[in-house]
């Protein structure tokens, strides 16, 4: 049984194949999904085309800071669609000289810039979406990270900017569920990523959960993928507001 036949499912923070969100949009096709992806650049959009080319995916334009163009992404896809069924946001930045020393070396730029991309993004692109998803079951998932609730060194401005997209989830959550609509976030494990090589000692942080998560090793994008599956399908019609942990079990153990 093909779980999202016939949903309409926007994916935004494919950056390549290495990609949460490609391994989302992998799996979604496979489910039955109708997909468009989103790129911000002309170095994305290189990258990006390819891979939703070999899913019969659309691709279209969107910087997450600018309003004017979500809102052209919205309507590209009332034009395309009518309606969207699920949202997933896998997006998040900051500069790389943010996340180096401590919590003091960040600038109140950069401190906005990480908040407004990684954590008001999700709002600005649902509030966005609300007229297309109001009164239909429907889902908005996004991609968080345990930084969000404990300290990870190099993490720094991200992890407030994770804390606040996990807050937003639950605000939203209450904010659209009369609507119809789900909101949830799944907090992934480290993974080798594009977005992951930004922080300094990952590779540590990658032998640290080995040690000690309980099974004993790092989760795979493939993985977060399927927990993305359950969330966005009508298995999670009873689940909202929820930060759904795929580590390997790392967040419940102590020393």
């Known amino acids: 049984m093909s779980l999202l036949q016939g949903k309409k499912a926007?994916?935004?923070g494919v950056a390549n194949d290495k990609s949460i969100a490609w391994a989302i949009a992998r799996l979604f096709h496979e489910q039955g999904a109708d997909l468009v992806l989103t790129y911000a650049g002309e170095a994305i959009e290189k990258r990006v085309r390819p891979l939703a080319d070999s899913i019969g995916a659309g691709v279209l334009p969107c910087n997450v800071t600018s309003d004017?163009?979500?809102d052209s992404l919205m309507a590209d896809l009332e034009t395309r669609w009518g309606a969207i069924d699920i949202l997933v946001h896998s997006v998040a930045f900051a500069d790389k000289e943010?996340?180096?020393g401590t919590i003091l070396s960040t600038t109140r730029q950069g401190f906005a810039t990480a908040l407004d991309i990684s954590a008001y993004s999700f709002i600005g692109l649902l509030k966005a979406a609300h007229p297309l998803m109001n009164g239909r079951p429907s889902t908005a998932l996004s991609l968080s990270y345990y930084g969000a609730v404990k300290v990870f060194p190099n993490y720094n401005v991200m992890g407030i900017a994770?804390?606040?997209l996990e807050a937003s989830v639950r605000y939203l959550a209450a904010g659209v569920g009369s609507d119809g609509i789900r909101v949830n976030a799944i907090s992934a494990g480290p993974i080798k990523t594009l977005a992951a090589a930004g922080v300094g000692g990952f590779n540590q942080?990658?032998?640290?959960?080995?040690?000690?998560?309980?099974l004993h090793r790092n989760v795979t994008q493939e993985e977060v993928a399927k927990a993305a599956l359950y969330l966005c399908s009508d298995l999670a019609s009873g689940v909202t507001g929820e930060v759904h942990y795929v580590d390997a079990g790392y967040?419940?153990?102590g020393i």
């Open 205 to 214: 942080i990658l032998s640290t959960v080995e040690e000690r998560a309980p």
């Open 251 to 253: 967040n419940v153990t």
């Open 162 to 164: 994770k804390a606040a």
């Open 68 to 70: 004017e163009e979500i």
């Open 98 to 100: 943010e996340l180096k």
């Open 10 to 12: 926007l994916i935004l």
